[in-house]
């Protein structure tokens, strides 16, 4: 049971009260008596002042705290506690951005090759498309629009753990069609100096609809045009699909898909391992920090 401060200080000063009552025990040697009664009024306080720290410290055990111990044992014990909740601090700081603001992407494949080269590591903003609450999978509002010509992340409409990335063609509402390599929307031409082809213009992907993209959904293609994999194949992306879109290249490591495609544990280490001993020579620094 903790004894109260207010106890420990009346004890104190009833000590100094005693001394102030006999002024001649406290300035000249006591004899006789007087010596006993300085004494027993010392030993009394005392023994009060032991008594008040020995309930206050068991006092402090039973509430299940740990006294207030020092030396070293102490120190390391608060600095733990410290760097502890510093780490998990920042643990909720980096998770909060990764999920709510932004996060990190290598692109591994060529699809947007002519804008985005394979390698390249972009920063993905996703705060202004309503980014999704962990769990109960609800969206906060979005902030931006999606336009033609944008380039999207958006979940794979076949298997939504993947995620892709491409530009935004055409949107609800809008007929679409492509003949001898042109892209038409709502019958006229579009102007797409982003586009690479490779193949002749008879290729059956330069040739495609017409359709008219239901609403709520998006026709996307890859710049690439001879070598992605896109709405021409597997159809149109919801919008509720969308996640974000890339701002800008923070590294490009130049290295062939098969490598950031290879799950092989043992290769992956061995790539990792290339990277470390090629970083300066295989870095391609005239894009980093390019914009998108």
């Given at each position: 049971?903790?004894?109260?401060?207010?106890?420990?200080?009346?004890?104190?000063?009833?000590?100094?009260?005693?001394?102030?009552?006999?002024?001649?025990?406290?300035?000249?040697?006591?004899?006789?008596?007087?010596?006993?009664?300085?004494?027993?009024?010392?030993?009394?306080?005392?023994?009060?002042?032991?008594?008040?720290?020995?309930?206050?410290?068991?006092?402090?055990?039973?509430?299940?705290?740990?006294?207030?111990?020092?030396?070293?044992?102490?120190?390391?014990?608060?600095?733990?506690?410290?760097?502890?909740?510093?780490?998990?601090?920042?643990?909720?700081?980096?998770?909060?951005?990764?999920?709510?603001?932004?996060?990190?992407?290598?692109?591994?494949?060529?699809?947007?090759?002519?804008?985005?080269?394979?390698?390249?590591?972009?920063?993905?903003?996703?705060?202004?498309?309503?980014?999704?609450?962990?769990?109960?999978?609800?969206?906060?509002?979005?902030?931006?629009?999606?336009?033609?010509?944008?380039?999207?992340?958006?979940?794979?409409?076949?298997?939504?753990?993947?995620?892709?990335?491409?530009?935004?063609?055409?949107?609800?509402?809008?007929?679409?069609?492509?003949?001898?390599?042109?892209?038409?929307v709502n019958s006229q031409p579009v102007q797409?100096?982003?586009?690479?082809?490779?193949?002749?213009?008879?290729?059956?992907?330069?040739?495609?609809?017409?359709?008219?993209?239901?609403?709520?959904?998006?026709?996307?293609?890859?710049?690439?045009?001879?070598?992605?994999?896109?709405?021409?194949?597997?159809?149109?992306?919801?919008?509720?699909?969308?996640?974000?879109?890339?701002?800008?290249?923070?590294?490009?490591?130049?290295?062939?898909?098969?490598?950031?495609?290879?799950?092989?544990?043992?290769?992956?280490?061995?790539?990792?391992?290339?990277?470390?001993?090629?970083?300066?020579?295989?870095?391609?620094?005239?894009?980093?920090?390019?914009?998108?």
């Amino acid at each position: 049971m903790s004894v109260p401060p207010f106890v420990h200080m009346l004890s104190l000063e009833l000590c100094e009260r005693r001394g102030l009552e006999n002024p001649a025990a406290q300035s000249s040697p006591a004899v006789g008596n007087g010596v006993a009664v300085e004494q027993g009024a010392s030993e009394q306080c005392t023994t009060s002042d032991a008594t008040t720290a020995d309930a206050t410290t068991a006092g402090a055990t039973a509430d299940g705290n740990a006294p207030n111990a020092t030396g070293p044992s102490a120190g390391k014990w608060r600095s733990w506690r410290f760097s502890t909740r510093r780490l998990i601090l920042l643990a909720a700081i980096v998770l909060g951005m990764r999920i709510f603001v932004g996060e990190a992407s290598v692109v591994p494949t060529a699809s947007m090759e002519g804008t985005i080269l394979v390698g390249d590591h972009l920063f993905m903003d996703k705060l202004l498309y309503g980014p999704e609450i962990p769990l109960v999978h609800w969206r906060l509002p979005a902030l931006k629009s999606i336009h033609r010509g944008d380039i999207i992340v958006f979940r794979y409409p076949k298997d939504p753990s993947e995620t892709f990335l491409k530009r935004v063609a055409a949107m609800g509402g809008d007929r679409l069609e492509i003949r001898d390599g042109v892209l038409y929307v709502n019958s006229q031409p579009v102007q797409e100096p982003y586009a690479v082809h490779h193949a002749p213009v008879h290729s059956p992907d330069e040739s495609w609809g017409p359709t008219v993209v239901p609403e709520g959904k998006l026709f996307v293609m890859g710049d690439n045009r001879d070598n992605s994999s896109d709405s021409r194949d597997w159809g149109f992306v919801p919008v509720s699909n969308v996640i974000g879109e890339p701002l800008f290249v923070y590294w490009s490591y130049d290295a062939p898909t098969s490598r950031w495609l290879d799950e092989n544990m043992g290769h992956r280490i061995s790539f990792y391992a290339s990277i470390a001993g090629n970083f300066f020579s295989h870095t391609r620094w005239n894009r980093t920090g390019m914009l998108l």
